[in-house]
């Protein structure tokens, strides 16, 4: 009896083993969280993950009513986020489809100076809290 549990206690830790192998075995967790601009979620924008050692291609998703959800490689990053919105009292362009314009400031996104460290072993949580007011 004794060595018909030893081999299932052997096998269910080969089993362990693959399962944590199969699920790392790329190096990508997933990152997710919620985006907020001024209190309110944003609706929808996009979110990229620019690695700070520059080994990785940077990653990136859509942000939808305020979430995100990017897989990653463990690390450092710095941060870029963007949403539009229709611009009120714009010409439309095409028929039916006012102007957009980008309402989150660029220290957000072209000038990001924001950074998130990913370091989750299967997933890793980050939000963000984005203001219009202007830096002090």
């Known amino acids: 009896m004794a060595s018909t549990s030893l081999v299932g206690g052997v096998r269910l830790w080969g089993v362990l083993a693959l399962m944590v192998a199969g699920c790392s075995g790329n190096g990508l967790i997933t990152s ?22 520059g080994k990785t291609a940077p990653q990136g998703g859509p942000i939808v009513a305020g979430r995100f ?7 450092r990053y710095r941060v870029e986020i963007v949403a539009t919105r229709p611009q009120p ?4 362009l095409t ?11 660029s220290r957000y996104n072209a000038d990001s100076k924001v950074e998130a460290d990913v370091n989750g072993w299967w997933s890793s949580s980050v939000s963000f809290d984005l203001s219009t007011a202007e830096a002090e």
């Open 69 to 75: 959800r990017v897989r990653t490689q463990r690390g």
């Open 32 to 53: 997710t969280g919620r985006v907020r601009c001024d209190g309110q979620p944003v609706a929808t924008g996009a979110i990229s993950f620019h690695p700070l050692d």
């Open 89 to 92: 009292g714009g010409v439309e």
């Open 95 to 105: 028929p039916g489809m006012l102007p957009q314009e980008q309402y989150i400031p």
